[in-house]
């Protein structure tokens, strides 16, 4: 049976205790948590005892360390390294199954597109730093999920493979996003790019984020779900068929749109 979560800063921010009661009072099986972005407490990683109380009724799917692994500036690259290491050594601790982060750009913030992204050199760069990320899972008996983006260095699902081949480790898996893979030129393809994705990375992907977009002025603009030009049956079906354990997480899903589209995807589960 599919686990429903959603990202915790979409619902708000909030005291722990109180992200676990709106969790559950709005019906999701679990969060992707950033801590900085959902909780009102700033999180201590040496003394997690009040945390772990509060959330030991709620789920996390993944632990949300984003950082941009090709930052021109070399400080911010290290420090977000650092981040993402203290949370692969405490993810156990805290019952989370993943932490995530994405491929980053040579934009620095924001995570922009420029060309130079889609590099070799840059998947290279990439493929080292998640090896050392790995590298510290695979010593905490942790999880890194790696989510690609169009504008990012893995900008496909082909550049994802490259990196979970090269890496080659059972502690290395992958969200996918499909609308991250998106663009103005190629969202006519999404279905095609989903079923790339299935066909390349089926034996890794652990979490699917939903989205849902239109297209307006010429730009991506993200709806609730069933609201856009998503097939959310074709695309729960499949997931279904290939890889029915993954996690199901709503990201960028807000305010009335949360039960509504929580309602469209149990629906569209419950017809299985």
Known sequence: MFKIGIRAHDIGKMSAKELSETVHALGFDGIQLVFKKALLDEVDFNHLSELKESLRHTKIMMLGAYFNPVHPDYKELIQGVEYFEKHLKIAKELHADYVGSETGSLMGSPWGYVKENHDDLRLKHVIDIFRKLVSTAEKHDSYVAIEGAYAHVCYSPFRIKQVIEAIHSKHLKVTIDLFNFLSIENYQKRMEIFEESLKLLKNDIVIYHLKDFIIEDG??????????????????????????????????VTGADIPESLKLIKDLIERK
């Open 219 to 252: 730009k991506l603009m993200q709806v609730g779900l069933g609201k856009g030009l998503m097939d959310y049956p074709k695309i729960i079906k499949r997931i279904e068929e290939v890889t029915p354990n993954a996690y199901l997480i709503f990201e960028g």
